[in-house]
């Protein structure tokens, strides 16, 4: 009966290559040196290494390679941020658009707009009251025109898109003008 023995090599070859990989370690080195060696001065076994690692142009190609990648990452997360900013102030303007609207349409009010446009009236539609600007936290509908008829509000928008750019308006006349700025006004 033969066995066959996969998965392990036989004893003999395991004896021979430990015989080789000891008689390496405990060989003895040849002739000291005569004088001690200097921390500079390299034996000829080191000579005749390969050299290993990177030259300094290799590294500076690579350095600036990644600087180049920081750079442009760095651009496209403040316009990624300025964008999702101009995108909370025009979905805050909207939603205080919509508190005057419902306003206006509870008959208690007499089907009109509150004249303060900061009024404590509006804190029942909405209890926070005005959204606070994301960049800074100061109001930033920076103009605000009410009366009982009509209302404006604009916002400074950093990366432009605004819609209150050739506006004839009376409503929303001399606040904010543009590209620059985000307008909503009355509905009725």
């Not at 000579?47 to 496209?76: D, K, M, N």
Request: glycine share 8%.
């Amino acid at each position: 009966m033969t066995r066959l023995l996969l998965c392990c090599p036989r004893k003999s070859d395991y004896t021979e290559s430990m015989r080789r990989t000891s008689s390496f370690f405990l060989r003895k080195k040849s002739n000291p040196p005569s004088s001690p060696p200097t921390p500079f001065s390299l034996s000829p076994t080191l000579l005749s290494l390969p050299q290993r690692g990177f030259t300094l142009l290799e590294l500076l190609v690579v350095i600036s390679i990644i600087g180049i990648l920081i750079a442009l990452s760095a651009v496209s997360y403040t316009t990624a941020q300025r964008r999702a900013r101009d995108a909370r102030r025009n979905g805050d303007l909207k939603g205080m658009q919509a508190v005057y609207e419902q306003f206006y349409s509870n008959p208690v009010n007499s089907y009109s707009y509150p004249t303060d446009c900061g009024s404590s009236y509006i804190t029942s539609y909405a209890p926070a009251g005005w959204p606070n600007d994301p960049k800074n936290d100061a109001t930033y509908v920076y103009t605000k025109n009410c009366s009982a008829t009509t209302y404006c509000f604009c916002a400074l928008m950093e990366g432009g898109g605004g819609n209150s750019g050739s506006e004839a308006d009376p409503t929303c006349s001399g606040i904010g003008g543009g590209t620059t700025h985000f307008c909503v006004k009355n509905q009725q």
